[in-house]
C-alpha cells in the first residue's frame, strides 16, 4: 500500500510551511483569528498594506486537460454572485406577471411547465443581460476592475436551454461563467428532478440538451464553471445526504462527456464546510463523486448574525486543510461566502482575504453580494465594505478582469 504522506504530497508540517502557517498551525491561527472580528468598527488600518504584508508563496496544480478553467499558480481568482432576475415592476412593464402566474399553475407535468417558462424567459433576455452589465458596471466603478468570476444561478436549469446570453455577455469581458445549474424549482417543488429518476435515465433528454448547448458555448468561448446539486453533505436541500447523489452526479457527468461539453465544463463539487452548521452536515467526503468526476473543489460558509457568525477562518479553515489533504490535486476555491452586513462587516471582510491569502492552494474566492430574505440575513456588501474591497483588491494577487 502507498504511505498516504507520499502519496499526497505533503505531510501536515510541509502543509503548514506551505500554507506560511508553520509553528502556528491552522486551528492556533483562525481561533486567534476570532479576538476582536464583531466590532462595530471601520477598519482604522491601511488595508492594502496589511494585505501585502501576508505572504503566500506560489502553489501550483496540475493542468487540467482540454480548455477547461486552469487555477492560476499564483495569486487568487476575484468573483460575486449578484441576482440579476427580472424583477417584480419589470415584469408587470411586459404584461406577463399575472398571465405567467396562471400559466405555471396550468402546467401538469415539467415538459409542459419547460414550454411556458422558456418563452418567458426569451422575453425577458434583454432585461436579464441589462441587469448583469448594471452590476458588472457598478462593481468596476465601486472597485476599479470587474471580477474575473461571476456566478449564473438565477436562471439556467438543466431541464432548460443552456444559457447562451448570458453567458456570452460574461465572455466577451473576460469574465468567467460560473453556472450554477439547479435541477430543482422552489415554485414547483413537484417538478424538480428526483435524484432516482436522473439515475434512471428518466431526464436525459434534458441533461442532453443542457450539454449540447454547453459544448456550443465552450467552443466558441472556452472554459466556464459548472455546478449542480451544490451542498450536499448538507440536511437542507432534497439532494443533500441522499444516497443517490452520486450516481445522479456521475450520470450528468456522463452525459456531458457524451455530448463533447466536458472539454471546457469545469466540474466544481461545492460543499458547506461543517464549522458552520454543527449538526446538519457529514464529513464532505462521504459525498464526493471521484477524482474523473471532479475539476475543482468547491467550499459553502457565511457568517450569519442570527446563526452565530464566526470569522471566516473559522468557518473554512478546518474544511480548506482537510480538503487539502485528501484532494491534493483538485483546486481549491471559495465558491460561496459572505457575511451578515452590519457594521462590523468590513473588518470581518479584511480578515476574510487576508485568510484567504494565506492559503494558496485557495485558486478563487467568490463574495455573494445578496440578501437572501426578510427571514434570512442580508448579505450585501455596505458602501464601507466596498470601499474596503477596492483597497483589499490592490494588492496584485487579487486577480481581476480589467
Not at 415554485?187 to 450539454?211: C, G, M
Not at 461545492?270 to 468547491?298: N, S
Not at 476574510?352 to 455573494?368: D, E, G, L, R
Request: with cysteine; net charge neutral.
Amino acid at each position: 500500500m502507498v504511505d498516504e504522506k507520499e502519496e499526497m504530497g505533503l505531510d501536515r508540517r510541509e502543509f503548514l510551511k506551505a500554507t506560511g502557517l508553520a509553528g502556528v498551525g491552522l486551528a492556533g491561527y483562525f481561533a486567534g483569528s476570532l479576538i476582536g472580528w464583531a466590532t462595530t468598527e471601520t477598519p482604522k488600518v491601511d488595508i492594502a498594506a496589511s494585505l501585502a504584508a501576508v505572504k503566500s508563496e506560489p502553489f501550483a496544480y496540475p493542468k487540467l486537460p482540454d480548455s477547461k478553467v486552469q487555477a492560476p499558480e499564483s495569486g487568487c481568482l476575484v468573483g460575486f454572485r449578484k441576482p440579476y432576475i427580472v424583477l417584480g415592476g419589470e415584469i408587470e412593464e411586459l404584461g406577463e406577471k399575472k398571465r405567467l402566474q396562471e400559466l405555471y399553475k396550468s402546467a401538469k407535468n415539467l415538459d409542459e411547465f419547460t414550454a411556458i417558462s422558456i418563452p418567458f424567459r426569451q422575453k425577458t433576455e434583454p432585461g436579464l443581460i441589462k441587469n448583469i452589465n448594471t452590476i458588472l458596471s457598478d462593481y468596476q466603478q465601486g472597485l476599479l476592475n470587474k471580477p474575473k468570476i461571476f456566478v449564473l444561478m438565477d436562471t439556467p436549469r438543466m431541464y432548460g436551454p443552456f444559457r447562451h446570453a448570458e453567458g456570452e455577455t460574461l465572455a466577451a469581458q473576460g469574465i468567467i461563467p460560473f453556472i450554477y445549474a439547479g435541477i430543482g424549482l422552489m415554485t414547483r417543488p413537484e417538478f424538480s428532478l428526483k435524484l432516482e429518476d436522473i439515475v434512471n435515465s428518466k431526464h436525459d433528454k434534458y441533461f442532453i440538451n443542457f450539454a449540447q448547448g454547453s459544448a456550443d458555448f465552450g467552443k466558441k468561448y472556452g472554459g466556464f464553471f459548472i455546478t449542480t446539486m451544490e451542498e450536499n453533505n448538507a440536511d437542507w436541500n432534497y439532494w443533500g445526504l441522499n444516497p443517490k447523489f452520486i450516481p445522479a452526479w456521475r450520470h450528468i457527468w456522463k452525459i456531458f462527456e457524451d455530448q463533447g461539453a466536458n472539454q471546457y465544463a469545469t466540474w466544481i463539487w461545492e460543499i458547506y464546510c461543517p464549522e458552520g452548521a454543527k449538526g446538519r452536515t457529514v464529513h464532505p467526503d462521504q459525498m464526493y463523486p471521484g477524482d474523473k468526476y471532479v475539476d475543482w473543489i468547491g467550499l459553502s460558509a457565511f457568517s450569519r448574525r442570527h446563526y452565530g457568525g464566526g470569522t471566516f477562518g473559522f468557518l473554512a479553515g478546518k474544511t480548506y486543510e482537510e480538503m487539502f489533504k485528501n484532494h491534493r490535486n483538485k483546486p481549491i476555491m471559495q465558491s460561496e461566502f459572505g457575511v451578515t452586513n452590519d457594521g462590523a462587516q468590513p473588518r470581518w471582510l479584511l480578515d476574510a482575504y487576508k485568510t484567504i491569502k494565506s492559503m494558496p492552494a485557495m485558486k478563487a474566492a467568490i463574495f455573494w453580494d445578496h440578501e437572501e430574505g426578510k427571514e434570512r440575513d442580508d448579505h450585501t456588501l455596505s458602501k464601507k465594505s466596498l470601499q474596503a474591497m477596492k483597497d483589499i483588491f490592490k494588492d496584485s494577487y487579487w486577480i481581476m478582469t480589467k
